[in-house]
């Protein structure tokens, strides 16, 4: 699995990163409650540009789907494709 450090090296490249400190409930009407309903870590919530949601996953079990993950956004592939299956046709090694 990748680490704490090599994953943020990843995504910081073509992201902000932004962690928040689990158990941490947000109010609806919290920016972060706005953005996942999601009551557990890991949830990756990616924005466009714009502030508009395109993605939201609950994480990953591998460092192929962490690399996928970060691939498939940072390229826009969202745009074309549907995340499980961009997943499933990505390579295994």
Do not use: I
Not at 53 to 79: D, I, M, Q
């Amino acid at each position: 699995m990748l680490s704490g450090g090599e994953l943020r090296n990843l995504y910081s490249k073509d992201f902000v990163v932004f962690e928040a400190e689990p158990p941490t409930n947000y109010l609806p009407t919290e920016e972060l409650g706005k953005l996942s309903k999601a009551r557990y870590t890991p949830v990756f919530v990616f924005l466009d540009s714009g502030g508009k949601k395109v993605l939201e996953t609950r994480g990953f079990r591998n460092p192929r789907e962490a690399k996928a993950l970060h691939e498939f956004v940072s390229k826009r592939l969202y745009r074309k494709t549907q995340w499980q299956d961009f997943l499933a046709a990505y390579p295994k090694n």
